[in-house]
């Protein structure tokens, strides 16, 4: 069973769409995280999440929401977003947030905003 | 801030040996990461370093010099499937991970 899955893997919105991005996690963790990943850029982080509650918000724009209903998964919530904000969405999970542990990706949502 | 530095991109042939540097410059070191992403698919991890040295798992090999800011990643034996994205990440302080940009491996036959 995949540890990290993310849906869907493809997106195409307009800038006035809402829609939304799911993960689910399968290792039992505690921590989860999304990143963002431009072409040629470092991964971004932008939000984690430990046991539900949010411990990071990386001065992402309010059109990104995110939400945590339990610690298996993870919704980003997209609306009004920009053409800039076209790139690979990534969740990761780690079983904790604090101390160095290591985090497994999912395979990410390729999103085009036109 | 935090400063991951590797290659862009990185040519060999198949059998032969490529070692890809990261060098790093961050408010604080709770260890090194290595991930591989192939093209279209999840980053997955490869190995971690935390003390100074040299880990081997396999085929590939990393190393960490904490007083140089420096690690690399040492892939001998290269195969076609290596051909993928290496992703060097610095751990500052819990959770948080600055990853550089990460260097593109093309392996030849």
């Known amino acids: 069973e995949t540890g990290v899955t993310q849906t869907p893997r493809h997106l195409v919105m307009g800038m006035t769409n809402k829609k939304s991005l799911k993960c689910e996690q399968h290792?039992?963790?505690?921590?989860m995280y999304w990143y963002k990943q431009s072409a040629k850029k470092p991964l971004e982080l932008m939000f984690v999440y430990s046991l539900e509650e949010r411990v990071e918000n990386n001065s992402v724009p309010s059109r990104f929401s995110p939400e945590c209903p339990n610690s298996s998964h993870l919704f980003l919530h997209l609306h009004t977003l920009q053409p800039e904000d076209s790139a690979l969405y990534l969740c990761a999970s780690s079983q904790d947030y604090r101390g160095q542990e290591t985090q497994y990706f999912g395979p990410g949502t390729r999103l085009l905003v036109l | 801030g935090q400063n991951i530095d590797q290659p862009t991109e990185m040519t060999a042939t198949e059998g032969a040996i490529v070692q890809i540097n990261c060098t790093y410059q961050?408010?604080?070191?709770?260890?090194l990461f290595w991930y591989q992403q192939h093209a279209g698919e999840a980053p997955t991890f490869l190995s971690y370093?935390?003390?100074?040295g040299l880990e081997e798992k396999g085929r590939f090999s990393s190393f960490l010099s904490r007083s140089k800011g420096y690690s690399y990643l040492l892939l001998k034996e290269l195969q076609m499937k290596d051909s993928a994205s290496y992703l060097c990440?610095?751990?500052?302080?819990?959770?948080?991970?600055?990853f550089g940009a990460g260097t593109t491996v093309t392996v030849r036959a």
């Open positions: 961050t408010s604080g070191f709770n260890g």
């Open positions: 290792l039992g963790h505690n921590a």
């Open positions: 370093n935390v003390l100074d």
């Open positions: 990440a610095v751990g500052p302080n819990d959770y948080k991970l600055s």
